[in-house]
């Protein structure tokens, strides 16, 4: 008896392997042996109608119920949902290679500091920029995460420092992200260090960024981020700037123990932010507050690697406590210039000892979950936004065994190629 | 007063940066500070006819002294000359992705050859594909190659470890080599493990080596190479197989002191081989031979991370002392798969400290010297092949502190543009 056959949009058809992770809950950050469970369908098809995921499941079963009059052909491609970068700082104004070349030759950051570098170069720089500029290069930016395979970043302002030039960048990202396929979660990041005129009263830089910045840019953004570190924000200077956000209606994230351990993983369990960034000299305590909270780790191996430091984040550690674990890329001009999720997989893999499964469920759902947006991303269950990648790998496990180039053949967004663009 | 102007078959215009590579002698590789001699030409151009370099310039120079049917505009783009990779393992038959997620995992060299990976999994693989199928593989390989911006590599065999599966390994890759447009140097590589069958009876495989292998591969390839490795073929035994090869008319490179040291790069100058490949563990009495000598270190800073290893070459020593140094990707399915040069590059900067100008002499002319091909290729020199990458970056120090995806915009072959593929 023949069934009825239904009409979709577009048929996604002989993926090599196509990872659904909807073996595990379709929603909410995954932890520990939740990790692995991948939901891999061999030659599998995806069914989209209204830029959403109607169907998944093998392509003789999508091909036997639904019909559509555009049906791409993803084989010799394994598939995953689209990678969630839910930490960047993707509005600048110029890049900062010379830097990377004085640091690689063994100039500290005073060194670089007095030759005019350091996060304090891209506050000149933007604030010399007009939103204009800033706006057709962050579009030019949110292309190469399409490239990338990325289909949505979290992305923060920080380079103005200023209530004007804080406000111009969230405008810049604000208009970037109207006009362009990318989905992006937009941080504030006021705090992201203390500009030079006020380097001799940081306590009032700390009143501007609560009483000045917050109000102006309160409609510009979903969240609140503090480089909490020391000789930075120290841990009361960054509580009383979250709370402020958080008071003002800003979900919170907090750039924590990354240069100097300083109970910043604690303070982001203790605020209830959505994620503690960075980590590496996370204390122990640190880890098991994570662990017993809805706080994600989120974890920048590209950083570590990138500065040349010795100490990576615990990711094992993390993930055995039974934190909930995610990977991003950190994507900033300074200190980790790359866009590519599937390289910092292959860091997670090397100088975090991660596995691939723990990378794939890093890399998307637990991202979309610490961004509150696990409800339409994250994984390929029916219902949700049909975003996804199409990467040329012998197997879901050549993630990050593959490496250095890009391995993205197409980037799916709400069921709509995107990358390569279409002609 | 108007000059003549000449006809060429194509014009290059308006790159932002053309790295030519000759204010350096256009020839023999570069040491100690002639590795600064980029030749930058801003705005650059380049006339080409019967596939070579007539004149480099600056735009306005060149379009008004030669004129072409075809003009390509290289706009927002570093042109460089192709990169040249002078290690590369191509012809193998399955990738090794389980056993790169077991090393990560914590698993010794032991445990991954006890669940069958290691080389000798890749032995098995080789042994039981077709020529054909190895061909068809090569072939997407060297695919791989010009989309990251290669235009040369050394290639070798050394997965058959059996007269009849190396020739079957050289041919595979002669007929790749025939049909693409990549230009490969072919090097045998049957000492690069004592196989199973011949576990307890190490000096009969070197026999074989020398008595059956090399007669059969000598007109399959144009070089010789050994694993010289304590515990794999010792000093004597790969002084024994190269000075076999050298009689047989064959080039030598050697891979040396990199798991442990063994004078492998003093064995490369005593023999005058091309190269000495690898490194982390080389003595300062190879250092000093090495800068005494016409043999170049090639780096491959992907293995030692990729491995996971703390040591890597030591670059700043071997430059400093007046070695020739190049970088190579060391490409194969075990211990590095990366085909990406730009991504060996940020590596070298990161992990080796080499300097930008440093890593673009060594990843063009100086494995082109190492290779014998410097007179055709390794420079934009008026009279050398027409080989080239443009990429993405923001100035030739871009490369390096743009990592992580592959900015290639397009490799051009003999003048030719190759990729992205014309459609």
Redesign the interface.
């Known amino acids: 008896m023949q069934g009825m056959v239904e009409t979709v949009d577009r048929l996604f058809v002989h993926a090599r392997e196509l990872v659904t992770l909807t073996d595990g809950p379709a929603r909410g950050a995954r932890r520990g042996a939740a990790m692995q469970d991948l939901g891999v369908i061999a030659d599998g098809a995806i069914a989209v109608r209204g830029g959403r995921v109607v169907a998944v499941g093998t392509t003789d079963s999508i091909a036997r119920d639904y019909r559509a009059s555009i049906e791409h052909d993803l084989s010799g491609t394994v598939v995953l949902p689209g990678f969630v970068d839910g930490h960047t700082h993707p509005v600048f104004a110029a890049?900062?290679?010379?830097e990377?070349?004085m640091r690689?030759?063994?100039a500290d950051y005073m060194a670089i500091a007095a030759a005019g570098g350091g996060i304090l170069s891209s506050v000149r720089a933007v604030r010399a920029a007009t939103e204009d500029e800033l706006l057709a290069r962050t579009m030019r930016i949110f292309d190469?995460f399409l490239?990338?395979g990325t289909t949505t970043i979290e992305g923060k302002s920080g380079y103005g420092l200023s209530v004007e030039d804080e406000v111009k960048s969230l405008r810049a990202l604000t208009r970037a992200r109207d006009s362009h396929p990318l989905d992006v979660v937009r941080t504030f990041l006021g705090a992201h260090e203390v500009p030079l005129e006020y380097r001799d009263r940081r306590e009032a830089y700390v009143d501007l960024v609560i009483d000045e910045m917050l109000p102006a840019v309160v409609g510009l953004c979903e969240a609140c981020d503090v480089f909490a570190e020391p000789g930075v924000f120290d841990l009361e200077q960054s509580r009383r700037i979250l709370r402020a956000a958080k008071a003002a209606g800003l979900r919170l994230r907090i750039h924590a123990d990354e240069i100097r351990p300083m109970g910043g993983a604690e303070l982001a369990v203790e605020l209830g932010a959505d994620s503690a960034d960075h980590l590496p000299q996370v204390s122990d305590a640190g880890i098991r507050a994570l662990a017993g909270s809805d706080t994600t780790a989120v974890l920048l191996p590209?950083t570590s690697?990138?500065l040349?430091k010795p100490k990576h984040a615990p990711a094992r550690a993390l993930i055995d406590a039974g934190a909930a674990v995610a990977l991003a890329?950190d994507y900033n001009p300074g200190s980790c210039?790359?866009?590519?999720m599937?390289?910092?997989v292959t860091l997670a893999?090397?100088?975090l000892?991660?596995?691939?499964a723990e990378c794939i469920v890093a890399s998307t759902i637990n991202p979309a979950a610490s961004l509150g947006l696990d409800a339409d991303i994250g994984t390929l269950h029916p219902g949700k936004q049909a975003d996804f990648v199409a990467l040329d790998l012998?197997?879901h496990?050549?993630l990050?065994?593959?490496?250095?180039?890009?391995p993205t053949v197409a980037t799916v967004k709400r069921g709509e190629p995107v990358w390569p663009k279409p002609r």
């Open positions: 890049t900062r290679e010379d990377f070349h690689c030759a063994g190469g490239a990338a590209g690697f990138y040349g890329t210039h790359t866009q590519s599937p390289l910092i893999c090397v100088l000892h991660m596995g691939p012998p197997s496990r050549g990050g065994y593959v490496f250095g180039g890009n």
